[in-house]
C-alpha cells in the first residue's frame, strides 16, 4: 500500500502537470491568438485526434492490465511488451497514411496546421507510457513531463505573439508531446529484452481483445471530441473557442480523477486476480474507499467553479470570452458524473474484465450526445454541446450503475454522496451570502469565495477526512 499512496501522489502531479501549463498559458493565448485562432487549432487537433485513438486502439488499458499481471522479469516483460507493440505500430502506420490523405484531399483549407499535427500522430505511434504504468514507474513519467512542458512553456511565451503565430504554437505543442516519448523509447532497455516484432502474430493475440477496449475509448471520444468537431464545422472555430477554453479549466479536476484511476487501475488488476474471501472483502474495501476519496476531492471542486464560473472566465480569459463563463457552469455538474463512472471503470470493470459492461455503457452515452448535438448545435451552438455532454456523462453512469448493482453496494456509494453534496450547497448558499454581503468584485471576490469555501469544506469534512488518513 505504501508503494500505492507513492504511486498516486506521483501520478496526480503528473496529470495536474498536464492540465496546470495550459491553465497558465490560457489567458496569454486567448489574448494572443484570439478566440478564431484557438478554435481553428481545436478543430484541427480534434481531427487527428481520432487517428491517434486508432493507433492506440485500446492498448492504453488493455497494456497496463496485460503488463501489471506479467511476471517482472525482463524476458517476461521484452515478450508481453513486443507482442503488443506489433499491433500498435502495425495500426500506426495505417493511420499515418490514411490521415494524410484525408488532409489533402478532404480538408485543404486546413492543410499546414494538419500536416504539423503528423508529430502528434508519431508520438501516438511510439505511445509506450501503458508499459511504464503497467509497471507502476510513475516517478519516471512525472520527470520527463515536468522538463519537457517547462521549456515547451517558456518557448511558447518567447515565440507566440499574434495570430499569425499559431503555426508555431502548432510546432511546439506537437513537437514536445513526441520528444516526450521519444524519451520513454531511448530507457526502454533498462526494463526488458528485446524479441522481435511478429506483426501478424500481434495481430492474431490482441486485435480482437483491443478492439473490445478501443469501443469506449471512440465512444467517449464522441462526447469529449466529436462535440468540438461538429461545432467547429456546424456553426464556427469563434464559437469552439469560447467552448475550447471553458473545457481547458473542466480538465484540471478531471485529470486528478484520471490520475487516481491511472494508478489504481494495474493495482485492481493484481487484485483481481486473488479470489481468496478475505481478498474479496479486502477489493471491497479498497473500492469504497476510492469512491469516498474521488467524492471527498471532486465533489467541491465541481461547486467551487459553478460558484467562481462568471466573474473567473471574464477575468482568466479577458474580453470577448464572456460566454465560456456560462458553458463552463454548466460543464461543473459533468465532474460529479465522470467520478462515479471513473471510480466504477477503473476499480472495477476493467480490472475484474468486465468489458462489455464498459463498452456498452459507452456506446449509450456516444448516442445520447451524438443525438443531441445534432439537435442543437446549430441552433444553441457551444451551449447545445453542453447539453450533450451532460446527458452522456450522466448516461454513462446510470448504465455502469445498473449494471453493477449486485457487485457494488450503492446504497453506502449513494449515501456518501448525498451527505456531501447536501454539505457543499450550504457552504455555496453561505460563501455567496457573504460575498455579498462585502461588496466585493474581480479577482478580490474570487479569492475570498475559494478560501471561504475551502476553509468551511475542511472544517465540515474533518472527521470523514482523519478516519480516511488513519485507515491508510
Not at 446504497?411 to 447536501?422: A, D, G, N, Q
Request: proline content about 2%; glycine content about 4%; charged content about 15%.
Amino acid at each position: 500500500m505504501k508503494n500505492l499512496s507513492k504511486n498516486l501522489v506521483y501520478n496526480i502531479i503528473y496529470q495536474v502537470l498536464l492540465y496546470i501549463i495550459p491553465f497558465i498559458l490560457t489567458p496569454y493565448l486567448s489574448r494572443t491568438l484570439g478566440a478564431t485562432q484557438i478554435g481553428e487549432y481545436s478543430y484541427t487537433y480534434s481531427i487527428v485526434y481520432y487517428f491517434m485513438l486508432f493507433t492506440l486502439l485500446g492498448i492504453n488499458n488493455y497494456g497496463v492490465r496485460k503488463i501489471s499481471k506479467a511476471k517482472h522479469e525482463k524476458d517476461a516483460l521484452g515478450e508481453a511488451f513486443s507482442s503488443i507493440y506489433g499491433l500498435q505500430l502495425f495500426l500506426g502506420l495505417i493511420s499515418l497514411i490514411v490521415y494524410n490523405l484525408v488532409s489533402v484531399v478532404l480538408l485543404s483549407t486546413h492543410h499546414t496546421i494538419l500536416l504539423i499535427h503528423n508529430l502528434f500522430l508519431i508520438s501516438a505511434v511510439v505511445d509506450i507510457n501503458w508499459f511504464f504504468f503497467g509497471i507502476e514507474k510513475f516517478d519516471i513519467t512525472v520527470t520527463r513531463n515536468a522538463i519537457i512542458k517547462v521549456l515547451s512553456t517558456l518557448l511558447i511565451f518567447m515565440l507566440v505573439k499574434s495570430p499569425d503565430s499559431i503555426l508555431i504554437y502548432t510546432i511546439i505543442m506537437a513537437g514536445s508531446t513526441l520528444l516526450s516519448q521519444l524519451y520513454l523509447v531511448a530507457i526502454l532497455h533498462k526494463y526488458i529484452n528485446f524479441y522481435p516484432l511478429d506483426i501478424p502474430k500481434s495481430i492474431k493475440l490482441h486485435f480482437t481483445k483491443c478492439l473490445l477496449l478501443f469501443i469506449p475509448v471512440i465512444a467517449y471520444s464522441i462526447y469529449r471530441v466529436m462535440d468540438k468537431t461538429m461545432i467547429g464545422g456546424i456553426v464556427s472555430t469563434t464559437e469552439l473557442g469560447y467552448y475550447e477554453n471553458a473545457e481547458k479549466i473542466i480538465n484540471i479536476p478531471i485529470g486528478i480523477l484520471t490520475a487516481i484511476g491511472t494508478v489504481m487501475l494495474p493495482f485492481m488488476s493484481k487484485q483481481a486476480k486473488k479470489d481468496q474471501p478475505t481478498m474479496v472483502e479486502e477489493k471491497n474495501d479498497v473500492l469504497y474507499r476510492m469512491f469516498q476519496v474521488c467524492f471527498l476531492i471532486m465533489i467541491p471542486m465541481a461547486f467551487i467553479l459553478l460558484v467562481i464560473a462568471k466573474d473567473f472566465t471574464s477575468i482568466y480569459f479577458g474580453s470577448g470570452f464572456e460566454k465560456s463563463g456560462d458553458i463552463l457552469m454548466l460543464l461543473s455538474s459533468t465532474i460529479i458524473f465522470a467520478t462515479v463512472a471513473n471510480v466504477i471503470r477503473t476499480n472495477y470493470l476493467i480490472p475484474n474484465e468486465k468489458d462489455r459492461i464498459y463498452v456498452s455503457s459507452t456506446i449509450v452515452g456516444a448516442v445520447v450526445n451524438l443525438i443531441l448535438n445534432l439537435v442543437f448545435i446549430k441552433s444553441l451552438g457551444a451551449i447545445g454541446a453542453c447539453i450533450g455532454t451532460i446527458a452522456a456523462e450522466s448516461s454513462v453512469m446510470i448504465y455502469q450503475i445498473i449494471a453493477t448493482r449486485k457487485n457494488i453496494n450503492y446504497k453506502k456509494v449513494f449515501l456518501s454522496i448525498s451527505i456531501l453534496i447536501i454539505k457543499c450547497l450550504v457552504i455555496t448558499l453561505i460563501c455567496m451570502v457573504l460575498v455579498n454581503l462585502l461588496k466585493v468584485q474581480g479577482v478580490i471576490k474570487i479569492i475570498i469565495t475559494i478560501t471561504l469555501f475551502v476553509i468551511l469544506y475542511l472544517l465540515i469534512n474533518i472527521k470523514a477526512l482523519k478516519k480516511i488518513i488513519d485507515k491508510e
